[in-house]
């Protein structure tokens, strides 16, 4: 119910330390383990959960972390890490219930894998770089049985960022540009294409060039070191503001978008821009 809760009713995660706090509960990971395995006894929400239930919010909730960053505020990333966690628990206790695993086996899991995968701080391996590590990383997993060095990018991740990470794992093995201005080349010749099948008319043919447009897009912000998923969402942001400064000019007007003239809304977004 404490998902529930915080959904319907959002002040309640943003209650001042003195309103929460309480003599009665001790504020460790023992604590929260406890308050879980309450809730999926005596809670009728939380009892009906499944982990297939709850990992939509999951996911919303590691966005939430995301854009709790983005803003630099650290008063929302403490209490989005605190839902985030709040999830951990809450898989490991459903999974614990049907004796699948517990949080001792979660912890046990990414203890080993840190452990093992640094094996220039718990062994004898000697790395100049931070691209040392990286390799290093991607081999360890590799010998851990994965068939390929992408096995490990979800398939549910949105496709831009997936497209991303899918281009960064094959870089660290050599599968890469080597200059700038090739993989410059490379869009100028995805974005011809993409012209030709306009003038087509095909539209499987339409989206296929557009996909290899993106996709083209994606590795060259890769090569810049950009990250594109966070460069389009700041795209994105700022769409939002200038858009929402538009609207509220226009009813300042007594008037709405659908009332306007796009020269006139043109005329309120330079506006926007302006006043950035």
């Known amino acids: 119910m404490l998902l529930l809760l915080l959904e319907e009713f959002p002040y309640l995660d943003r209650m001042s330390e003195q309103d929460t706090q309480s003599p009665q509960y001790e504020y460790t990971f023992d604590e ?14 939380d009892r009906e959960q499944t982990n297939d239930s709850i990992k939509g919010h999951t996911i919303e909730e590691a966005f939430e972390v995301v854009e709790a960053i983005d803003h630099r505020n650290d008063y929302d990333l403490q209490h989005e890490l605190g839902d985030l966690l709040l999830h951990v628990v809450f898989h490991t206790e459903i999974a614990a219930e049907d004796d699948r ?4 086996d979660v912890l046990r899991a990414i203890i080993d894998k840190l452990v093992r995968r640094h094996p220039h701080i718990f062994g ?7 691209g040392d590590v990286k390799r290093n990383w991607e081999q360890i997993k590799m010998d851990e049985g994965r068939e390929s060095v992408i096995d490990g990018v979800p ?8 497209a991303y990470r899918m281009q960064d794992k094959a870089s660290k093995i050599g599968f890469d540009w080597e200059r700038g201005e090739d993989v410059w080349a490379k869009v100028h010749e995805e974005i011809e294409e993409l012209r030709l099948a306009v003038e087509g008319e095909n539209s499987e043919d339409i989206e296929e060039e557009i996909g290899d447009l993106l996709f083209s897009i994606v590795n060259y912000a890769r090569f810049l070191h950009v990250n594109p998923e966070d460069a389009l969402r700041r795209t994105i942001d700022k769409f939002d503001r200038r858009f929402r400064h538009v609207e509220k000019r226009l009813r300042e ?23 950035e």
Do not use: N, Q
Not at 32 to 45: H, N
Not at 155 to 162: D, G
């Open 32 to 45: 929260l383990l406890s308050i879980m395995k309450r809730l999926r006894k005596e809670c009728p929400w």
């Open 101 to 104: 695993f517990t949080i001792e």
């Open 124 to 130: 004898d391996t000697e790395v100049r770089d931070a």
């Open 155 to 162: 398939r549910s991740l949105p496709a831009l960022l997936k």
């Open 253 to 275: 007007e007594g008037r709405e978008p659908g009332d306007a003239t796009l020269a006139e809304m043109d005329r309120y977004w330079d506006e926007a821009k302006r006043s």
